[in-house]
């Protein structure tokens, strides 16, 4: 069975998809059953980097939308319109929808979804929130027992890189922006992400999954990261906290408080330690306690990841019954080998002589095992403890050489020996 | 429509699962149309702390999986027999089976799923591995676009709570492992999870899932954690590492690399500030990089949680067209609250006079904002900065004490105000 489908777009996460689908062996097998049959660009004589039939690209994008072989309908351009408009339509021709486009869910979910009631098709849209992470679908379809309280995250790449940097360089809002938009981390009209714009189109949606209720994104709080000074930065780290821009959403009694603020987070927080463009959401309710999903938020892989997850699962459910997402997919039995490489800790009891670390020293050498630290410590008496942690090494020549240690006069204990990770 | 389930087993699991599903509301709409047919427990007579009639509980199980009114198996009882047995049975009686049974499926998963196969039905695990945490679906239904390489996790918490004491407290591992068992953290007889046994069960359910290949539990190399001394602890801590019972399998060239060991983990590595009971789950591929998850990975309601969560994704299945996980469900508007209470840090520049700090102390108290933290810093000339933290109070009470303040002839400038999670 091949399944159809139309792209609109192919920006870093149209060609991110275009990648995974054109290359599907060690993926999952459902990858071979989708057929691309157009992808609509603003250039289509534009030289593109995969390797697809030309005739693939149009710049008629309405002609996608209505395709009567097309099933599914990618939609990987953003903006508004003719975004909204076009997804409309395709909905209108009963399609399903799949689409990374946060700001127009945002605005016009309700427009979209009860369309997609009526006509019986789904909209997907894992990679609208928390590029990689699988955030949107754990909510629908893992976290059902619950009832849910709270949803507490970094949703914004851009702000958290800007932050993350400011706190460990200790510059300044301005010249980190900056040194951000030439790297590429963030745009050159960085204002959607900077004041908070982004993280409010994503919390609102994930709230509404999450409470099942709509959100209207004129009601959510804003405040963005502009006015975070480094003195701010300075003091919270003094008194133990970071600065991070948290999205938040929580259910209290008399409804749904929400909204995105630089918040100063207790350093043993688990959201304290996420860094740079990872995201990271921590979702509350009764009875689970808390759950927290990191990973990166943003770049072509994972956002296409994302994509390509949301298209496996319409896929999945249009090649029923008997869903291939949930049954057994596999009958044979791995390889399985022996590790071969790891970095090594040991501890030697020996005896407090001169020369001790030389002669471990050279046998690790003879089985070329090559170390990274050794040290002495806890003398007492006539003995000493001797730390030695390797490089990576082959396991066969690291415990080759602890049989020849093992048979020195001067040792009188493997005290202990781990793996380092 | 209502869909009839069977339990086998009512213990701690067990309970967990009739307490959601008894008291539904607030949870997802699906859990409505379940109904607790028979629950096959040891005492029939036994009191029990939920609200079923007592004509549901029966010691005689087999009634239960050939009992053609049901259509779901909820597999809670735990141990290798008679639970395989009866989940055969109920396979072969072509029902669906939801099951918490690591042990089972880590040893006897080829005949299980082979046997689904052939009768084409569902046997969900989510249970079995990581507590409340999604694992296993976001494994089968959302990384699927990805060639996965790797799985690095902390799914035991006996072994995490005890290493992470053995850290904090410098105890030793017998005298904690002791404690632990009269805490409920460790059983009586805590060689399944202390030799590492219960992680080898879980890793190879996992590797299995992610890598689409069965996995010989007798070539997954184990080592427990009984030889970890309060020596290593300590001088792993001296070297930038924390100790941690890690689960991993990676894919290499010639196969699967699969294991459990103690090791040291470097403490800026996000499986280092993972503690407790808590477990964590890190799961690497192309094109996403890392994703990692991370949560309670054990106790009553965490995964009754996941069982729960497979229970509504097979009804979901069931009374398909329209996946209720993947329509939009909701069609009203939240009611959207302004936040009410927070903890704010604020940061005034004031003339340095004796008096400022108790003027606005006097101030933030005629409003009732109580503060946890008053201090001044950066004094230069005549000018200082005073830094207040509160304590959690009404964010109106805060905003009208900051407007006095702003009225007050020492001051100068209102520098930073943030919230503090």
Redesign the interface.
């Known amino acids: 069975m091949s399944i159809k489908i139309g792209l609109l777009g192919m920006g870093t996460v149209g060609t ?1 998809v275009v ?2 689908l054109t290359d599907p062996s ?3 097998p ?2 071979q059953e989708i057929e691309i049959v157009r992808i609509g660009v603003r250039d289509a004589t534009k030289p593109r980097s995969v390797g697809l039939d030309p005739q693939t690209f149009t710049t008629d994008l309405a002609s996608i939308v209505n395709d009567p072989s097309i099933q599914i309908i990618v939609e990987v351009m953003g903006g508004l319109e003719p975004a909204r408009e076009l997804i409309l339509q395709a909905i209108g021709n009963n399609k399903h929808i799949v689409t990374a486009n946060k700001a127009l869910l945002a605005r016009h ?1 309700e427009e979209i ?2 369309l ?2 009526r006509h ?1 098709v ?3 849209l ?1 990679a609208s929130v928390g590029g ?3 955030i949107v ?2 909510l ?8 849910l309280t709270g949803i ?1 995250g970094i949703i914004n790449g851009t702000t958290n890189y800007i932050l993350s940097r400011m706190h460990q360089e200790g510059g300044n809002f301005s010249e980190i922006l900056a040194d951000a938009q030439r790297l590429g981390y963030a745009e050159a009209d960085p204002t959607a992400d900077i004041d908070g714009f982004d993280a409010c189109d994503k919390i609102a949606i994930l ?2 999954i999450a ?6 994104l004129s ?3 804003r405040e963005g990261i502009r ?3 480094t ?2 930065i300075a ?2 780290s003094r ?1 133990g ?1 970071v ?1 991070k821009l ?1 999205a938040r959403a929580q259910l ?1 009694s ?6 995105v ?6 350093v043993e ?3 304290a ?1 996420i860094g740079g463009v990872t995201n990271a959401i921590a979702i509350s ?12 938020g943003a ?4 956002t ?6 949301d ?4 896929c ?2 249009l090649s ?4 291939p ?16 490489e790891n970095k090594f ?1 040991a ?1 030697f009891t020996t005896l407090d002589q001169p020369g001790v670390i030389g002669e471990l020293g050279t046998i690790f050498g003879r089985y070329s095992v090559s170390l990274e ?1 050794v040290f002495q ?2 003398r007492s008496g006539d003995i000493a ?1 001797v ?1 030695v ?1 390797t490089h990576r090494v082959r396991e066969i020549d690291f415990w080759q050489s602890v049989a020849k240690i093992k048979e020195l006069p001067t040792l009188q204990e493997v ?2 020996i ?4």
């Not at 008399?254 to 909204?259: K, L």
């Not at 603020?261 to 207790?266: F, Q, R, T």
């Open positions: 991110g990648q995974i060690g993926r999952h459902l990858l979910g979804f009860e997609a009631k019986q789904y909209v997907m894992e990689g992470i699988p679908n754990v629908k379809q893992f976290l059902g027992a619950n009832r507490l709230a509404s409470f099942s209720e709509r959100i209207p009601e959510v709080s006015h975070v000074s003195t701010e003091t919270a008194l906290y600065i948290i209290v008399q409804g749904i408080e929400i909204g603020y630089p918040m100063l987070i207790p927080h688990p959201l330690a309710g009764e009875p689970i306690g808390e759950v927290v999903f990191a990973g990166p770049g072509q892989g994972a296409a990841s994302a994509v390509v997850a298209l496996i699962n319409v999945a459910l029923s019954p008997g869903h997402l949930l049954t057994c997919s596999h009958s044979g039995y791995a390889q399985v080998v022996a590790p071969r800790y501890r630290t410590q806890n403890q730390i942690i005290g202990a781990l793996r380092v990770l």
